[in-house]
Each structure stands twice: as structure tokens, then as C-alpha cells.
């Protein structure tokens, strides 16, 4: 059931700004779930007393550098070491990279335009590039990902599920984020 922020407000004459953050914030969470467990933090909401007015809202990272596109469960150890491994690349989802799962990538895509595009494992990479080849085959290099219009740098590496399974996977996917890192570095930097 899809449930409109706007309508619940004007149903909720008496609600004030307050309450009002609250079901916006629960509503992104319970979506977010629903789309494979990751809550973005994408919307700061704002809001006032007024009982006519809904959500004014602006996503965070409108135009992220990095879209991490994969395919997301909700496990906990696996949100921990995605995490882990945009952190050591300079990355995060409050400020500068948004999650999102292959089966709804596109629409995101043409609205935010990330600058370069991270995919995580062997069926998101090979969705992506329409190709049959192994992840071990397609990670460690720079491709160019094309649609409406854009080129987008993308770069594919294991899933964080498959490294909490397979130590040996450890080090190439940190060669592929290294190989990430060098070409965000500019931006990052504020450099252009």
C-alpha cells in the first residue's frame, strides 16, 4: 500500500512539525527495508506546524560522485562491511556515494547522475554490462557504462557477502577499490 506524505499530513491536521519528521523518517526507513534493507539518510525534511503543508524534502547527495549499485539484503554484517569499505576509500553515504539495488538503479541514475559508478557482485555487474562473464573476470578495470545519453565510469568488485565468505577475495577487491580511489581522488580533493 503506498501511502502519500502529503495526504497523511492533511489527514493529520493536528500533527506538528515535529511529529510530522518523525512518519517522514519512518516511512523512508520502512521503504528503504523494503528495497533491500540499506535506509539512506537520502532526505532532510523540513517542516512547520502548519497543518496544510507537507515534507519539503532535498536528498543529500543529489548528485553523489559514486552510485554503489548491487544487490542488497538486510543483513546487518553485510551493511557493516559496505561501510567499512566506502569509508576507506574516502567515501560515505551521508555526504558523497548512494546505495542502491540493481533492480531500481535506472531511474536514480538519470536523476542523480553520479560521476562514477561502483557495482557490487557477479549478477548486478553482469546486469549491468549485459554480459555473461564472471565477476573475476569483469572486476579490476574501468568500463564505460552507457545510458540516456551518459558515460559513466564503472568499476565492479565481489560483494561484501562474498568477502565474509571467501577471505581470498580480500585482496583483489581492495586493489578494485584502490583503482576507485585513484580516480575519485581529484574530486574528493575539490579538484574538477
Avoid at 162 to 187: F, S, T, V, Y
Wanted: with cysteine; glycine share 8%.
Amino acid at each position: 500500500m503506498c501511502v502519500s506524505l502529503r495526504g497523511l499530513f492533511l489527514y493529520n491536521a493536528g500533527m506538528t512539525a515535529e511529529e510530522k519528521k518523525n512518519i517522514a523518517f519512518f516511512i523512508d526507513l520502512a521503504s528503504g527495508m523494503a528495497r533491500g534493507g540499506y535506509y539512506q539518510g537520502e532526505r532532510e525534511y523540513k517542516f512547520t506546524d502548519d497543518p496544510e503543508e507537507g515534507p519539503i524534502s532535498t536528498p543529500v547527495a543529489q548528485n553523489p560522485l559514486v552510485m554503489v549499485i548491487g544487490e542488497f539484503s538486510d543483513s546487518a554484517e553485510d551493511a557493516r562491511l559496505l561501510d567499512k569499505m566506502l569509508g576507506s576509500i574516502g567515501l560515505s553515504k551521508e555526504s558523497n556515494c548512494f546505495i542502491t539495488n540493481v533492480i531500481e538503479y535506472e531511474g536514480r541514475l538519470q536523476s542523480m547522475k553520479p560521476r562514477f559508478i561502483l557495482c557490487l557482485g557477479e549478477s548486478a555487474s553482469q546486469a549491468l554490462l549485459h554480459s555473461e562473464e564472471p565477476i573475476g573476470k569483469i572486476r579490476g578495470r574501468f568500463m564505460d557504462f552507457e545510458t540516456a545519453g551518459m558515460t559513466i565510469p564503472l568499476i565492479a568488485t565481489y560483494h561484501p557477502s562474498a568477502l565474509l565468505r571467501n577471505e581470498d577475495l580480500k585482496r583483489p577487491c581492495w586493489d578494485d577499490l584502490k583503482l576507485l580511489r585513484a580516480m575519485i581522488g581529484p574530486a574528493l580533493n575539490g579538484v574538477k
